[in-house]
């Protein structure tokens, strides 16, 4: 399984950025694939995930309304909109298959004036 996380950055409060993840070495499209991150200090979360088909979503609270997750499975690639973006956002983010123990080398998002 490999997981290539990119499109972080820095970015000032209010501020847009698009992730991507392209993924390979299972069959992406059997999988429901969601996004996490992780800030320093803090243990990961949970932030977005969607269904192998991109028939259904859910998110954190703490991103709803503001970030969304999206799929190509033609090219087996899962996308992060996240828009609106605080403070508080700043962290590496990681996608994965819901199931497998596998992670990325993540992208960082640092949202800062």
């Known amino acids: 399984v490999q997981l290539v996380e990119s499109g972080g950055g820095l970015v000032q409060p209010g501020g847009s950025l698009r992730l991507s993840c392209a993924a390979s070495g299972f069959t992406f499209s059997n999988y429901v694939m969601t996004w996490h991150r992780q800030a320093p200090g803090k243990e990961r979360e949970l932030v977005a995930r969607?269904?192998?088909?991109?028939?259904?979503?859910n998110y954190a609270d703490s991103v709803k309304g503001r970030f969304t997750i999206s799929r190509d499975n033609a090219k087996n690639t899962v996308y992060l909109q996240m828009n609106s973006l605080k403070a508080e956002d700043t962290a590496v983010y990681y996608c994965?298959?819901?199931?497998?123990?596998?992670w990325g080398q993540g992208t960082q998002v640092t949202v800062s004036s």
């Open positions: 969607i269904s192998s088909i991109g028939g259904f979503t």
């Open positions: 994965n298959p819901a199931g497998i123990r596998s």
